[in-house]
Nanobody, 123 residues
């Protein structure tokens, strides 16, 4: 069955860095657009970053541009999110996602979700 398994979350001080990873299985990885979403306490889930099937095209939410970098390895069926200059407002559960579509500059409707990994940034 389809699985998206996130890892790498944790507690970090403001200004620090974390690297999230997501391992995919159960579907044809290189035919899906991949990305990261996050949900902070009391807020709706929001798009963070997306990457095309080849990895050549990326998209970021304005709030993380210049600080986060998404990448993928189709051979290993993994994606990563390098998060630098973290801020307390980045605190959230981060979800790995797979979509069969790309709409303009971002991912389309998500077909598969991971269970999430918690990132906490202390001030």
């Amino acid at each position: 069955q389809v699985q998206l398994v996130e890892s790498g979350g944790g507690l970090v001080q403001a200004g620090g860095s974390l690297r999230l990873s997501c391992a995919a299985s159960g579907f044809t990885f290189n035919t899906y657009y991949m990305g990261w979403f996050r949900q902070a306490p009391g807020k709706e889930r929001e798009f963070v970053a997306g990457i095309s099937r080849s990895g050549y095209i990326t998209s970021y939410a304005d709030s993380v541009k210049g600080r986060f970098t998404i990448s993928r390895d189709n051979a290993k069926k993994t994606i990563s999110l390098q998060m630098d200059s973290l801020r307390p407002e980045d605190t959230a559960v981060y979800y790995c996602a797979a979509s069969g579509t790309w709409v303009r500059t971002t991912m389309g409707a998500v077909d598969y979700w991971g269970k999430g990994t918690l990132v906490t940034v202390s001030s």
